[in-house]
């Protein structure tokens, strides 16, 4: 039953884009296609889980007991790049059709707000372990339904004809966003 | 003015690149807690670019991203702890936005295409540009989003601490508010109404020269 309530409430009522604005620089950048804002989704997914894991682990058997919680962030940050250049350099060896599907995407998730974000949020010890893992799992799903739903309405509105100039772009894009971020949020209220 | 005009409408780091949004768009519900953040961008931005325009012959060019992310972490977690201990207020306000600087792409990305290749003193002067555009452009958000939000202009408030008075002003009638613009959804909308008026704005006074 909690496992539900930790899905709603992260997938749709907290999402991490429309209620956190966490990871808003891919959102809006790589969301040209479905394609290729899936692909990120699942990118970002998957470090986010393996990089809360580690985090977790860090900052409870290393950080809280030599009282260096301070560091918190600065050993996330790392734990984040290094995870990423292992990941490059393993896949870029061992599963190159992976690798020429995911590549372009593992570089930008170095310096994403939404990895780092939810890392901040759960391994820094407000949770128990598996509450913190199921956490760490939605909400970049939570991302990925985002950006896959703003690619699909993106690529209607590259289309169509009936956009003023001046919101051509970024304006519409925006608009568009918070739009879908009233939808989400709905289910609040 | 020129200058000025400049700043928001051709080098404006949000408003022409999209970079920086998160803590831009989440500390712009109020113009306080916006000219907190842009204040603290504005410092991590100048002295961890000033560090990276300091030792950039130093740093080998393919280890140079994870360095400066490093240096920008470490600068970010002083600023943490000192703010944490000595200005509890503006820890109160930013919360997990403070440490979310680190990953603040107008930061790295000015210590790449700026502060990698150029003196200190021409770094400072990049980050001050950088930096002011975006106090601008963070305060304009808040003013849209507060003023239309809540009816209010609130320069001081849980800083009056600090200074002694308040400075909460009441801009519209009381009543005629859409909350709806507090909201995350409100944000979004405000932002993608602000980028098309810029857009208007700019194709005019590209037209007059």
Redesign the interface.
């Known amino acids: 039953m909690q496992i539900i309530n930790i899905l709603i409430q992260q997938v749709f009522a907290e999402n991490i884009v429309f209620h956190k604005f966490l990871g808003l620089c891919p959102f809006v950048g790589v969301s040209k296609n479905k394609t290729s804002s899936m692909l990120m989704g699942i990118t970002i997914t998957i470090v986010t889980i393996m990089a809360s894991i580690i985090s977790y682990l860090i900052y409870q058997f290393a950080l809280v007991p030599s009282n260096t919680e301070y560091l918190s962030t600065l050993s996330f940050i790392l734990v984040i790049a290094s995870l990423v250049q292992v990941l490059q350099i393993l896949l870029k060896s061992y599963f190159k059709k992976i690798y020429d599907m995911f590549g372009i995407y593992l570089p930008l998730i170095t310096t994403n707000c939404a990895v780092l974000g939810v890392v901040l949020m759960t391994a820094r010890g407000a949770y128990p372990f598996l509450e913190m893992l199921i956490y760490s799992t939605f909400a970049p799903l939570g991302f990925t339904f985002a950006i896959i739903i703003f690619a699909i309405v993106k690529e209607r509105i590259e289309l169509s004809k009936d956009i003023p100039d001046n919101f051509k772009g970024m304006p519409i894009s925006f608009i568009t966003a918070g739009i879908l971020a009233l939808i989400f949020a709905g289910y609040v209220i | 003015m020129k200058k000025i005009k400049d700043l928001i409408l051709k080098e404006n780091a949000i408003f022409n690149l999209?970079?920086g949004?998160?803590t831009s768009?989440?500390m712009s519900n109020k113009v306080e807690n916006a000219i907190i953040m842009g204040f603290l961008v504005f410092i991590i931005l100048l002295i961890s670019n000033v560090i990276i325009s300091l030792f950039r012959k130093l740093i080998p060019d393919n280890v140079k991203?994870?360095v400066y992310?490093?240096i920008i972490?470490?600068i970010?977690?002083i600023s943490?702890?000192l703010v944490q201990n000595y200005i509890p207020v503006f820890y109160k306000a930013v919360g997990?936005y403070l440490?979310?600087i680190?990953?603040?792409?107008i930061i790295?990305g000015r210590a790449l295409s700026h502060a990698s290749k150029n003196t200190v003193f021409s770094t400072i002067k990049d980050s001050f540009k950088i930096g002011i555009g975006y106090i601008i452009a963070i305060v304009m958000i808040a003013l849209v989003r507060e003023i239309l939000g809540a009816g209010t202009l609130t320069l001081m408030d849980s800083t009056s601490a600090l200074t002694g008075f308040r400075m909460v002003y009441q801009v519209l009638p009381k009543g005629f508010n859409l909350v709806f613009f507090q909201?995350?959804?409100?944000?979004?909308?405000a932002?993608?109404?602000l980028?098309?008026?810029l857009?208007?704005k700019k194709?005019e006074v590209d037209a007059n020269n």
């Open positions: 999209a970079l949004l998160c768009l989440a991203i994870p992310i490093l972490g470490t970010v977690t943490e702890i997990i440490p979310l680190v990953v603040n792409c790295l909201s995350p959804a409100g944000a979004f909308i932002l993608g109404l980028l098309a008026f857009k208007t194709e």
